[in-house]
């Protein structure tokens, strides 16, 4: 209750994510039985699994729902066993999914508004609690972005984008996406990225000019784009292949800024000769 | 006639259709939610954010407007008329595409066309990376529906429809199948418990199909050890595809692949046995054969057993899709819906006929040889023919000849 009065985003997703952390070290004790009862009040569709290897079975999309936060390959769907819409999962992995259904459930619960005012002891801590969390966030730094585009800095994916926008052949949707997405991110201007599209056969400038300042969050909904995931470039065939740095990253803009960082970090270090 | 009065005599044709077929028109389930879209012939506009009441709202619709293609949107909304914004999106049926374009056909797509942009050259099949004549990169290109290509279309639908049967456990009931008019199939599950699932989950469910992120070690392949014939979900579709790429494969191709001359030789020389193996604990301890050549069969199993999906189309949730019975603006097809078990006996460009009376007499530019019903038509090059309706207007609409004038 104190956390939802906060109305902090930040803070509720922390909260949520302790208790699910606190579940799963629970749920992962309890026996079979237990685990499918507790499945059960949050409407899985879950039975054991008829299996040497695997204790449940779960319904495809009870499993999905609660794996697309995960980072982990084991947890894709491509690389778990199904039969007739089930997936197979260990006790353990089941927990796991639990945990996660707890953590969704706790975040959704906190953003029920509390219409009743809390009495002045309670207000004070949760003021209190607000003001401690908030001087420990001041010291996250906020990375900004350099003001002129760094070429060099450009992950895999979009720099070969960028060189067939150039060479005026044709690129998908997913990847005029991502292209113009990432351009805008990183500080380039609409009329700067119009531009770049102009070489392309079906350019049409009023419709580029449109789709640019809708991005850059200039019309319409007013929300600014971001470019999608590593992982959704995969799926949409425009990730070209890892290099070193995208093994570390899951976003095309953090291996923008991971890699000027290094570049950064290159010429301020050893080049200065010993007094 | 020229090119507008070319668009009217289509419209024309279009009106007969619906005046005359209306009623074979049914709309989608929870209509009221969804979004309606209609393609105008005039100037290409495409008019969307339209509600629908009924099927009669529809069909009169439909014959007043008279579209050049009819959509609906995959997705559920409390406002469909309203902006994408205000809509208040419910959820969305899983929708798959399988489409030519995105498939490596046998025919090597000979029928479709390029043209260069800058200096006018023109080839058959996919656009070259430059023109051969003044190297130039931007080309305008034309396809073709064939019926090879229609055929791997078909072999890919046939896979789809497999692996939502077997690995996601939906009856061929759950499941909608159909040709869309043009180059390739659509299925739409319509089952409450995928309706709410978010793009992410959806992307999930492509990367199964296509096998993206697949990591055989999670599959049961391990030094020395490796997947059966018929275990379950990938396990299973591991193996097979291994079976037929070692039935079918040879040398050259085996060498391509990048596998020692030692590799190779052996499971030429021992391919009986590797096939005899399977029926026991399979190949995977071939002599001769080790864990980094498996690998590079595996991969090429897995190729073997994805389907080609439109990506984009299944993870967008938004997503507007042709209704059935409606005609295809590009072929005058319509688009048709087929049982998922009776899909092997389907004949798209037999069943998808929509005018089944009359002739036309047309002036054909060019036209590679096509097939639509029994007949075979074509090739065409600037010619004076009298042909069934069907086959002229698929011409007409390909943009490939005109009417000719009556004097």
């Known amino acids: ?275 | 006639m020229n090119k507008i009065e070319t668009k009217a005599f289509i419209q024309e044709k279009f009106v007969e259709y619906y005046r005359q077929n209306s009623a074979s028109i049914d709309p989608p389930s929870s209509l009221t939610n969804r979004e309606f879209a209609f393609l105008l012939f005039k100037e290409r506009m495409m008019l969307r954010h339209k509600g629908v009441k009924n099927a009669e709202d529809l069909r009169t619709l439909l014959k007043t407007v008279v579209p050049s293609d009819v959509y609906y949107s995959s997705a559920y909304y409390e406002k469909p008329e309203e902006e994408m914004e205000a809509k208040g999106w419910l959820g969305a049926d899983l929708v798959f595409d399988i489409d030519a374009d995105h498939i490596q056909t046998p025919c090597g797509k000979k029928h479709d066309t390029w043209t260069c942009n800058n200096c006018g050259a023109t080839g058959r099949g996919a656009p070259p990376e430059k023109c051969p004549i003044c190297k130039m990169q931007k080309f305008d290109d034309k396809s073709w529906p064939c019926e090879i290509c229609l055929e791997s279309a078909k072999r890919e639908t046939v896979k789809l429809i497999d692996v939502l049967t077997r690995d996601f456990g939906l009856s061929p009931q759950e499941m909608t199948v159909a040709f869309s008019g043009h180059r390739g199939y659509h299925v739409h599950v319509e089952d409450e418990t995928v309706q709410t699932l978010d793009q992410m989950a959806r992307k999930e469910i492509v990367d199964y199909m296509v096998g993206i992120g697949l990591e055989p070690r999670f599959h049961g392949m391990e030094e020395g050890l490796g997947p059966n014939l018929e275990e379950a979900g990938w396990r299973g579709r591991i193996a097979r595809g291994t079976y037929d790429f070692l039935l079918n494969t040879n040398t050259e191709q085996l060498e391509e692949m990048g596998l020692k001359r030692s590799v190779v030789n052996s499971l030429i020389n021992q391919r009986d046995k590797i096939l005899e193996s399977w029926k026991s604990r399979g190949p995977w301890k071939t002599k001769g054969v080790g864990s980094e050549s498996w690998k590079k069969i595996v991969q090429k199993a897995i190729e073997n057993q994805s389907v080609k999906i439109d990506t984009v189309v299944t993870t967008d949730i938004h997503r507007l899709i042709r209704l059935t019975n409606t005609l295809h603006g590009k072929t005058g097809l319509k688009k048709i819906q087929v049982s998922a078990s009776d899909i092997e006996q389907f004949d798209p460009l037999k069943d998808a006929i929509a005018f089944k009376e009359g002739r036309i007499s047309l002036v054909v530019f060019e036209a590679p040889e096509f097939k639509l019903g029994d007949e075979r038509y074509g090739p065409y090059k600037n010619i004076e023919v009298e042909l069934p309706t069907a086959a002229a207007l698929f011409l007409l609409c390909k943009g490939a000849a005109q009417v000719k004038e009556e004097h």
């Open chain 1, 1 to 275: 209750m104190m956390i939802s009065t906060t109305k902090d985003a930040f803070l509720k997703r922390r909260y949520a994510l302790a208790e699910a952390k606190r579940a799963y070290n629970l749920l992962k004790q309890e026996n079979k039985d237990k685990i499918t009862q507790i499945a059960n009040t949050f409407n899985w569709k879950i039975k054991p699994a008829k299996s040497e290897t695997a204790d449940f079975a779960l319904h495809f999309t009870d499993f999905l729902r609660n794996t697309t936060g995960f980072h982990e390959t084991k947890w894709k769907l491509v690389n778990r066993t199904m039969l007739n819409g089930e997936v197979l999962l260990t006790r353990d992995e089941t927990a796991r999914l639990l945990a996660e259904e707890v953590r969704g459930h706790i975040e959704r619960k906190l953003d029920t508004k509390i219409g009743l005012e809390l009495p002045p002891g309670i207000a004070n801590r949760v003021e209190l609690l607000q003001q401690l969390f908030w001087s420990k966030k001041g010291k996250m730094r906020l990375e900004e972005m350099p003001k002129e585009i760094v070429l060099d800095a450009f992950p895999p994916c979009i720099r070969q984008l960028y060189n067939t926008i150039l060479s005026g052949r044709h690129i998908s949707h997913v990847g005029r996406f991502a292209l113009t997405t990432f351009l805008i991110n990183s500080g380039m201007t609409v009329d700067n990225v119009v531009d770049l599209f102009r070489s392309l056969s079906d350019f049409n400038e009023r419709m580029t000019r449109y789709q640019a300042e809708h991005i850059a969050g200039g019309r319409g909904s007013r929300t600014k784009y971001i470019p999608p995931k590593c992982d959704t470039l995969r799926t949409h065939g425009v990730c070209p292949g890892m290099d070193e740095i995208c093994r570390r990253i899951r976003h095309p803009l953090a291996y923008y800024r991971r890699k000027l960082r290094i570049m950064q970090t290159a010429t301020e270090t050893p080049t200065a000769p010993r007094a």
